[in-house]
């Protein structure tokens, strides 16, 4: 077993625990306390200083009691980043209802398997800032929500009222505060539930390790409705009273001028948008301009060594790294400020986490060895909505969340992600990782980004390789197989290289591997 050891590991956890307020929603009431005028959210149309979020809220969540909302009721908020979608979900949280946040940009199909499974009172739309809102809204005969007092953008919204409530919970740690849905790398949605002290716990340590503070202005790209941008980006930058600026989809070029115009002092990012803004910056000959940008951080995916190195030499800046997934709050491991790594860990556990790593036989390997690895603390998720036997077969009795990962933690502590468990690729007898076969890809000058899946072949599995090249690139794919060659052991050399336009991704800039091997199989 071992216990976080960073420079921070003497913060007093049971003092931080209780120190946290009750409910996520108590942040705009306090942000409002601290400083009213300080603006707390801003998008393309409008702002809201804390004391007119705290309002909103407030009118927010008395019109959905006005609509028969009551505490454990799903409220379903199908949205991009918007002022609405914030509003919204402190307001549910608020009545003690969990907020099912949802990206407007999934299918029909997606987003009514969700709907279906989860059985929200309410569904809202935010329709101003998201045209796919708009769409779903208007296929589900939704009705224009009435006006509050404080202008949020248009919503609508539609009422079930057969929809039956779970039961509540005083305690935070037991309270439903999220309901969020994730197709980790199977592509079945499973409804992950987070209670308040989850995103708590990670909202104010995230923003405590970063030292996050009223003068930081945070681009608010990763989607809310994923746990990263939920917890770490909006609850975290709020509770420690920052400005959030949100973006409802990743756009290079409005990156790029929020950096340069705006006074953005965080962005928050997966390995895509980094290698994407950079590829915009470099194919359009921009000079790079971020004055105030103190912190550039990578999670979500893992961080290969050549896109660290171009953006730190374009940044000017650490490029800093972490680990986490939906069903830990996100964050399990971070790199420090204060100290920033020339490698690709992603840092230390954090204050109040204990990681293990396992063998595939249940026991812990030796130190430096790759095993499963198990987390257990105050991240750790209540259970999957709806399914105890995958919540059973996912943390064990004593608290340990399993989570499918492949990692191995360095003599000075810090953790390395090797890959997935199930995306394992046995050939030959060895054990391809496809993060490594990745970083090779990723390392040649023509790669924005990869992807590696195993095919079964008799007796055996190969290596295929995905790749999407940058404007105007010419090498072929014969070329890059020969790079290949040269940088890996032969049972690691792809068997087929594969360029496409632009690979399958999520909302988040995640690649869905899925899609991938559904595209070999057909």
């Known amino acids: 077993m071992t216990i976080a050891s960073s420079a921070h590991s ?8 209780a120190a946290l307020p009750a409910r996520i929603s108590d942040i705009p009431a306090l942000a409002a306390a601290r400083d009213p005028h300080h603006v707390a959210l ?36 199908v949205a991009e980043n918007s002022i609405a979608q914030i509003v919204l979900l402190f307001a549910t949280a608020q009545l003690d209802a969990w907020a099912l946040v949802s990206n407007a940009r ?27 809102a708009q769409q779903h809204a208007l296929r589900h005969d939704a009705r224009t929500a009435p006006a509050l007092t404080v202008d949020i953008g248009e919503w609508a919204y539609t009422v079930d009222p057969a929809a039956v409530p779970e039961p509540t919970q005083a305690a935070a740690e037991q309270q439903c505060a999220a309901l969020i849905y994730t197709t980790g790398t199977t592509g079945a949605p499973k409804g992950v539930m987070l209670s308040h002290r989850n995103l708590l716990f990670i909202a104010a340590m995230s923003s405590r390790l970063r030292r996050v503070n ?19 980006v909006c609850l975290g930058s709020l509770y420690a009273g920052a400005t959030l600026r949100l973006a409802p989809r990743f756009v290079p070029d409005a990156v790029r001028r929020a950096l340069s115009d705006e006074r953005v002092s965080i962005f928050q990012g997966v390995p895509a948008m980094h290698a994407k803004l950079l590829e915009h910056v470099q194919s359009n000959g921009h000079a790079w301009s971020a004055p105030r940008l103190r912190f550039a951080y990578s999670g979500g995916s893992p961080l290969d060594a050549a896109l660290k190195a171009h953006v730190q030499r374009v940044y000017g800046l650490t490029l800093h790294n972490g680990y986490g997934m939906t069903e830990s709050s996100p964050t399990v491991a971070q ?31 030796a130190p430096g060895e790759i095993g499963e690895l198990w987390v257990r603390g105050p991240n750790v998720m209540l259970g999957y909505y709806r399914n105890p036997a ?27 992600i090797v890959g997935r468990s199930k ?7 060895f054990n391809v990782y496809p993060a490594e076969v990745e970083h090779v890809l990723n390392a040649h000058p023509d790669v924005v980004q990869s992807a590696v899946i195993g095919r079964a072949v008799e007796g055996n599995e190969e290596v295929l390789a995905f790749v999407e090249l940058t404007a105007g690139a010419q090498v072929s794919t014969a070329q890059l197989l020969a790079w290949c060659a040269e940088r ?35």
């Open 214 to 232: 009223p003068d930081d202005v945070v681009y608010a790209v990763l989607p809310i409705s994923h746990v990263y941008g939920f917890a770490s």
């Open 106 to 132: 999934l299918s029909a199909t997606e987003l009514d398997a969700i709907r279906a499974h989860a059985q929200p009172r309410i569904v809202a739309y935010a329709v101003a800032t998201s045209p796919d």
């Open 423 to 429: 995306e394992l690729i046995i050939r030959s007898g």
């Open 10 to 17: 003497s913060i007093d956890i049971p003092a931080f625990l």
């Open 390 to 416: 995958q919540t059973h077969d996912t943390v064990t009795a004593d608290g340990w969340l399993k989570t499918g990962d492949l990692a191995r933690q360095d003599a000075d502590g810090a953790m390395h």
């Open 488 to 522: 890996l052991a032969p049972y690691k050399r792809p068997a087929e290289v594969h360029v496409l336009a632009a690979l399958p991704a999520a909302s988040t800039g995640k690649i869905l591997k899925h899609r991938l091997r559904e595209w070999i199989a057909r």
């Open 335 to 365: 790199t420090m400020l204060d100290a920033p790594r020339d490698d690709c860990s992603t840092g230390h556990v954090i204050p109040g986490v204990e990681v293990r790593f396992v063998s595939m036989q249940g026991e812990d390997v």
């Open 42 to 77: 801003i998008e393309d149309a409008r702002q809201l200083s804390a004391a007119q979020l705290a309002n909103a809220v407030d009118a927010a969540a008395a019109q959905l009691r006005a609509w028969g909302v009551r505490g454990g009721d799903r409220v379903m908020i």
